[in-house]
């Protein structure tokens, strides 16, 4: 297996994800990425939205290194709230942001 297909798999794992997950999210086939396994060279392509859908960048993808410049990965539930901010009006965008601001800083008890 190729350090490239390791890195894939440790990101997988990481999330959660299987590799049907991947595949959904790049449009790559299952079998393109089971030959990536047993040591296939993907395309710069293929390599381009693996690195998007894992939200790392293209050089910790292929060498392994810069590991820090990856980009944390959202939670659904954080995905679910920017898919919301995003689809409001600016006049309530600056509403959400003003309720933010408001809440930051202050603690609240756990419930």
């Known amino acids: 297996m190729s350090d ?3 890195r894939i798999d ?5 999330r959660g994800w ?9 449009g790559i086939s299952e079998g393109t990425v ?3 396994k047993r040591g296939s060279a993907p395309s ?3 390599l381009y939205k693996v690195s998007q859908a894992f939200g790392i960048s293209l050089e910790y993808l292929l060498t ?3 590991h820090q410049k990856e980009k944390a990965a959202l939670t659904p539930e954080e995905e679910k709230l920017l898919e919301s901010f995003r689809s409001l009006s600016d006049k309530e965008k600056n509403a959400v942001m ?9 603690i609240y008890p756990v419930l």
């Open 34 to 36: 089971r030959g990536w």
């Open 10 to 14: 440790y990101e997988l794992d990481k």
């Open 18 to 26: 299987f590799r049907a997950d991947l595949c959904r999210e790049t």
């Open 64 to 66: 392994g290194e810069n």
């Open 98 to 106: 003003s309720l933010v601001k408001s809440l930051q800083g202050k």
């Open 44 to 46: 710069a392509e293929a």
């Open 4 to 6: 490239l297909y390791e």
